[in-house]
Nanobody, 129 residues
Framework: EVQLQASGGGLVQAGGSLRLSCAAS????????IGWFRQVPGKEREGVSC????????YYADSVKGRFTISRDNAKNTVYLQMNSLKPEDTAVYYC??????????????????????WGQGTQVTVSS
């Protein structure tokens, strides 16, 4: 059974940092890309960042470029999202998704979350002003 477990969310002041983790199990982690998405109530799920199975390809949404860093540790079946210089507009529930490279990148870059097959539960990030 494919499982993705997102963690690391919390409440932080503007300018602060958080590191999200997405721990995976139930599939060959090395073969899958991972994407991070976020969603606020009443809005579509937005692509934030993604990383290819071998870490050679990385994408960031313009809104987080220069502030967020995605990485993966295939030995630990985990992907991380380091979030620095957080802003109140980063407040959202953050989700990680797994799929092959192409659908993950298409989904993240075009905000079409339905293209991804496997999802974890979300973790809440709240940034206070």
């Amino acid at each position: 059974e494919v499982q993705l477990q997102a963690s690391g969310g919390g409440l932080v002041q503007a300018g602060g940092s958080l590191r999200l983790s997405c721990a995976a199990s139930g599939f060959t982690f090395d073969d899958y890309a991972i994407g991070w998405f976020r969603q606020v109530p009443g809005k579509e799920r937005e692509g934030v960042s993604c990383i290819t199975s071998n870490s050679n390809g990385i994408y960031y949404a313009d809104s987080v470029k220069g502030r967020f860093t995605i990485s993966r540790d295939n030995a630990k079946n985990t992907v991380y999202l380091q979030m620095n210089s957080l802003k109140p507009e980063d407040t959202a529930v953050y989700y990680c998704a797994a799929d092959r490279n192409n659908p993950i990148f298409r989904a993240t870059m075009t905000n079409n979350a339905h293209l991804c097959n496997y999802w974890g539960q979300g973790t809440q990030v709240t940034v206070s002003s």
